[in-house]
């Protein structure tokens, strides 16, 4: 009885050091967040005062509207909206068209096999290694003999082309736990190529639709390197607008601004994760336990 | 007019030839089992009968029409999978209007072919579910539904039965017997299961490494298979071989058989044309006895074999014996309760259906 008791109790006690630690580590962890939001809400003045972590005095959305509309960018006082407009022209056609692409290829390499899709595969396989630096000088050489240098169109084909090797790994991977007999079944019922993929196939498929439209958005949406790059001035995306505001300043550093601007480009990604998340893990863990 | 000729087909992966010169041929209403144990190319045969694989020497006719070169949805055929293959995404209805909805059918014509299917298979109050809410046994009528929709002017099963369970296996077959009795549509049917073979087909074809080793109608192969391979896999219990010595005096041919410490048995009055019996006697030759064959001797069936029993299987309505002949493990299928393990039997042998093989070829000797 007693031992029963003890034994609980140090359940117990395991639990709570658990939790304890759990907090901790997600305080830690929400820290830099904290700050963020608490210096975007503060007035210039209170954050030169010493008011760092703590809550604002005056709560003020200026910081926000500044970021948005009214912040210089070089020499233009634009804000971050038409920046935020071009990652947005930029990421919707670069993920639709990589995650198309990829599931497109994906049936081809498993359900029309042809002789070396297996080596195709593993070529395709081989630019999800590829670092980025290494192809700046040919991409930009490219996009010029294309003419769409520094343009927002040159900056998504740059986007579809880096990621179809991911998409296409997706999707391969998840369609060839798919049985094959579907598409001999849908054959023997008259369906083509085309018509088994959209009518069989991609139906099948929304979870890791979901997993590839999420990854691609998060690294097309977040990339500074291919954005600075290969656009300039009123072609940027929003990383490369952020970045100027942050380091080009006049007089004093506008701390809360700068804020409001991470904030909004970051809001996005974090909106696309607490939509889709469960998606995303789902689609992840899918080919792990089929049932 | 079903009829489907497979005239010296040929497949090859390379240098890897799976299929040699397979020929079959069957008539219309016909119910054609591929028997044979995975790796013997009955599945690709099939296939290649559906047009799902390419033909690499031969010809495949249906109806008399060369379909070589014909895609799977102009050959006129309709298939069921081995995992059903439902498309997970669409109703039982979807599924089974999907190929007329394909070949452009009238929704009026679609409903009143959805609803004939499934009212022959019992699964009208399924139609609107998915596929995953269903058992085994409902997927299997569903994918079977979808085939019968086509009218197709052959059907072809590809081991239909094997993820099902011993009881619904053996409910579903008679369903497919049923099926084929109504519709009267030529099928082929692969399967490794012998008892599936026997119970559904009108006629056999036992593979083995790609070659047909032998088409008959189900009785036939299993009462005079065409060689010991034949032999063995059809039947359970397998036939016995017993290797033993022809002996053919006047006009009555025995075999002789050693037993291990006892008098040698004779096998008496087996039916073998005289030309045969010329050609063998005195040779060895492989006795097939199937285990059923054997009985225990009384004043009518005098004894012709006297064995020491080692294992005694009962099974319910019948006991397995088990015991030595010529040095194999012979297994007899006796009435319960006539044989002891340790114990002598004394066994007489209906020799009318007894078959012989070469020792060397193993094929049958008539």
């Not at chain 1, 140090?10 to 939001?37: E, F, H, Q």
């Not at chain 2, 005239?7 to 209403?29: C, F, M, P, Q």
């Not at chain 2, 009968?49 to 309709?78: C, F, H, M, Y």
Request: net charge positive.
């Amino acid at each position: 009885m007693a031992d029963a008791i003890s034994q609980s109790n140090k359940m117990r006690l395991g639990r709570i050091a658990i939790y304890v630690c759990l907090v901790v580590v997600a305080l830690l962890y929400l820290m830099p967040l904290w700050v963020m939001v608490v210096t975007s809400l503060k007035p210039l003045d209170e954050i030169y005062n010493g008011s760092f972590i703590g809550l604002p005095k005056a709560v003020t959305l200026d910081a926000w509207r500044s970021a948005w509309s009214e912040a210089c960018i070089g020499t233009e006082c634009t804000g971050l909206k038409p920046y935020f407009v071009n990652s947005l022209l930029m990421v919707i056609p670069a993920v639709a068209l990589s995650t198309g692409i990829g599931a497109l290829n994906g049936y081809i390499l498993t359900k029309w096999k042809f002789p070396g899709a297996n080596f195709v595969f593993g070529l395709l396989l081989f630019g999800c290694f590829l670092p980025y630096q290494a192809i700046l000088i040919p991409m930009a050489r490219t996009l010029g003999l294309l003419g769409l240098a520094g343009s927002i169109p040159g900056l998504v084909l740059v986007h579809v082309a880096y990621g179809i090797c991911f998409t296409t790994l997706f999707f391969r991977n998840y369609f060839v736990s798919l049985p094959d007999e579907l598409t001999k079944a849908a054959m023997v019922d008259g369906a083509g190529f085309f018509r088994i993929f959209w009518s069989v196939i991609l139906p099948t498929s929304i979870p890791i639709i979901v997993v590839s439209c999420i990854w691609q958005f998060t690294q097309i949406w977040n990339d500074f390197l291919f954005g600075v790059s290969f656009t300039s001035g009123s072609s940027s995306p929003i990383t490369v607008a952020l970045n100027n505001i942050v380091n080009v300043t006049t007089g004093r550093k506008q701390y809360n601004v700068d804020m409001a601007a991470a904030m909004i480009a970051a809001i996005p990604t974090l909106f696309v994760y607490i939509v889709a998340g469960r998606y995303f893990v789902r689609g992840l863990t899918a080919g792990a336990v089929k049932g | 007019m079903s009829t489907l000729e497979i005239d010296r087909v040929r497949k090859a992966y390379g240098n890897l030839e799976v299929l040699k010169e397979v020929s079959i041929s069957i008539g219309t209403g016909d119910f054609l089992v591929l028997l044979g144990p995975s790796g013997c190319g009955k599945s690709t045969l099939l296939n290649m009968i559906a047009g799902l694989e390419t033909i690499t020497g031969g010809e495949i006719r249906i109806a008399g029409k060369t379909v070589n070169d014909l895609s799977p949805k102009d050959r006129d055929i309709a298939m069921v999978f081995q995992s059903y293959a439902l498309y997970p995404t669409m109703t039982v209805r979807q599924n089974i209007e999907f190929g007329m909805k394909i070949r452009k059918i009238a929704q009026a014509e679609r409903d009143k072919a959805v609803k004939t299917a499934s009212d022959l298979l019992q699964i009208t109050h399924l139609l609107d579910r998915k596929p995953s809410q269903l058992s085994g046994g409902q997927r299997q009528r569903v994918a079977m539904g979808r085939a019968i929709v086509r009218e197709p002017k052959l059907f072809l099963f590809d081991e239909p039965l094997s993820n099902l369970d011993a009881k619904l296996r053996v409910d579903m077959r008679t369903e497919i017997k049923r099926l084929h009795a109504r519709l009267g549509t030529t099928i082929v049917y692969v399967t490794h299961d012998q008892i599936e073979a026997m119970t559904l087909a009108t006629r056999v074809a036992v593979m083995k490494d790609g070659v047909v080793q032998h088409l008959d109608d189900p009785q036939t192969v299993y009462d005079r298979p065409a060689n010991v391979y034949v032999a063995r896999f059809v039947g359970s219990p397998a036939m016995n071989i017993i290797p033993g010595t022809l002996d053919v005096t006047g006009e009555s041919v025995s075999a002789l058989v050693d037993i291990a410490g006892k008098r040698t048995g004779r096998i008496v009055s087996i039916a073998l044309s005289q030309e045969a019996a010329r050609k063998y006697n005195g040779k060895k030759v492989l006795v097939g006895i199937r285990p059923e064959n054997f009985s225990v001797a009384n004043s009518s069936s005098p004894a012709s074999l006297t064995v020491d029993v080692d294992v005694v299987e009962p099974t319910g309505p019948d006991t397995l014996v088990v015991f030595q002949i010529g040095g194999v493990e012979v297994t007899a299928r006796l009435p319960p309760k006539q044989a002891d393990a340790g114990r002598e039997a004394h066994l007489s042998i209906d020799s009318s259906k007894i078959v012989l093989f070469d020792a060397e070829t193993e094929a049958r000797i008539d």
